[in-house]
């Protein structure tokens, strides 16, 4: 099975990135044999829109059957569950606390997005606006 999580960086010591599609980093970790690998995400952390479904393709692409994160947005949650990716929220701890604690069934599965992102829906109906505006 494998897990993927937003980095801040490239070990297991650091820690799960609070933004989802803007970390600098994802790293995949195989349950069954321990095994890791680093994958960058420089080009998607700095893109102007679309970071979180762009993380959820690169999580789907890789093959992984659970995200692990602090944070999510709708448009990213939607991608990947329509994949069939569980989504784990995990608290701010490092890469391997966060493992450890998925390996012992201690994290919360995620039924919906943990945050609206920047766009949420209207209650017009199917408009959008841009959150910043609303404030």
């Known amino acids: 099975m494998n897990i993927l999580l937003p980095s801040e960086g490239k070990t297991l010591k650091d820690g799960v990135d609070e933004n989802f599609g803007r970390c600098p980093y994802f790293i995949l970790y195989n349950i069954d044999t321990d095994k890791w690998t ?25 093959g992984t059957d659970s995200v692990i994160t602090s944070s999510i947005g709708d448009k990213a949650f939607t991608v990947l569950k329509e994949a069939k990716v ?24 995620l039924f919906e997005a943990s945050n609206e992102g920047h766009w949420v829906q209207s209650k017009k109906g199917n408009v959008y606006e841009n959150s910043n505006n609303n404030k």
């Open 38 to 62: 680093v994958h960058n995400n420089e080009i998607h952390s700095k893109a102007q829109i679309s970071a979180g479904t762009q993380g959820a393709l690169t999580a789907i692409v890789l």
């Open 86 to 109: 569980r989504v784990f929220l995990s608290e701010k701890t490092t890469i391997k606390e966060t493992i450890d604690l998925f390996k012992l069934g201690e994290l919360k599965e």
